[in-house]
């Protein structure tokens, strides 16, 4: 989420790292080896990325007759 990363990691996010899986319980704070705190705005925004790529009507419709 760093504003200077420019990569385009959002399928990775999907297929690699499960982010779909999220119920957004923070679960994984408590498990954390590192205790890392993982806070709603690291989570959400990300669902909501996968969530607008592949998972909107309106976007693939959008993506089939653009051709992108």
């Given amino acids: ?35 890392i705190t993982i806070t709603d705005n690291a989570i959400i925004p990300l669902k909501e990325r996968v969530a607008d790529r592949f998972y909107d009507p309106v976007k693939r419709l959008f993506r089939v007759f653009s051709g992108g």
């Fill in 1 to 35: 989420m760093n504003p200077i990363d420019g990569a385009d990691r959002v399928d990775d996010l999907k297929k690699k790292h499960g982010i779909g899986y999220c119920n957004i319980t923070k679960c994984c704070t408590k498990v954390c080896p590192e205790h």
